[in-house]
Nanobody, 122 residues
């Protein structure tokens, strides 16, 4: 069974940066893409960014474009989300996920981590 473990969340001030990590216990043939999603209190989970292993293709939500960067380290089976110029509205639980397609649709991601809390104070 594949396990995804997120780390790097925390409490920061507006304008600060954080880097989230997502370590995969192994990679399967259907794990072609790593994605990040977030869920704010009282809101639905939403897509943030996704990337193919190897970094050849990237998809980023408009709400974070220019501030967040997704990357992968193939040798470490780890995906990263670099978050710069954080805003209070970025406060959410951030989840990483793995799936076969570079797409925003959550149902197509087969494996999910437990999430890491990011809180941005004003």
């Amino acid at each position: 069974q594949v396990q995804l473990v997120e780390s790097g969340g925390g409490l920061v001030q507006a304008g600060d940066s954080l880097r989230l990590s997502c370590a995969a216990s192994k990679r399967t043939l259907t794990m072609l893409v790593m994605g990040w999603f977030r869920q704010a209190p009282g809101k639905e989970r939403e897509f943030v960014a996704a990337i193919r292993w190897g970094g050849s293709n990237i998809l980023v939500a408009d709400s974070v474009k220019g501030r967040f960067t997704i990357s992968v380290d193939n040798a470490k089976n780890t995906a990263y989300l670099q978050m710069n110029r954080l805003k209070p509205e970025d406060t959410a639980i951030y989840y990483c996920a793995a799936g076969p397609q570079l797409i925003e649709a959550m149902p197509l991601y087969q494996y999910w981590g437990q999430g890491t809390q990011v809180t941005v104070s004003s």
